[in-house]
């Protein structure tokens, strides 16, 4: 088994596609963080007040729940946790995953796509979900960023 596990959280696909990259430019193993209940288009509309996605972003402690905790976190030393950035922070969901398992003594570093905005308060806004682990922001990817320059990043950060 791998030490370094690519675990994400991908509402359009965007995400995933790059963590599948990542998992292969560093020779990770990978892991899908699924909700229960599956985002509707209608769920991801950002326009909507009202929307599922809206709604759990305006709610702090909103924790939607898990397809699964089947997430082999114990047998991985980094993790590479990847997510979309919305409202300028970490989707709720991730904050479910970490306080799903016992992150201490591990290694977590962000990789997010986005359509437009930064980090923003991504990293701090994750730290109180896995407070033994240490939490490093990473970088912004988007669809087209290829396994090289994944690979580039990844050997930069020296772990």
């Known amino acids: 088994m791998s030490k370094k596990l690519v675990a994400y959280f991908s509402a359009s696909g965007v995400t ?79 904050n479910t995953f970490l306080e799903a398992y016992d992150f201490s003594g591990k290694t977590i570093i962000l990789f997010a796509t986005s359509g437009g905005s930064g980090f923003g308060q991504a990293a701090e806004g994750l730290k109180a979900s896995a407070p033994k682990a240490s939490i490093r922001e990473g970088k912004l990817f988007n669809r087209r960023t290829s396994v090289d320059e994944l690979k580039k990043w990844a050997d930069s950060l020296g772990v």
């Open 16 to 94: 995933g596609s790059v963590a599948k990259k990542l998992a292969e430019a560093i020779g990770a193993d990978i892991y899908e963080i699924k909700p229960k209940v599956p985002y509707t288009s209608a769920d991801l509309s950002w326009n909507n007040s009202n929307s599922r996605s809206s709604l759990e972003m305006k709610d702090k402690s909103s924790r939607p729940e898990l397809a699964d905790k089947n997430a082999k976190i114990e047998g991985h030393d980094v993790i590479f946790l990847g997510f979309p950035i919305w409202w300028y922070v970490a989707p709720t969901i991730i």
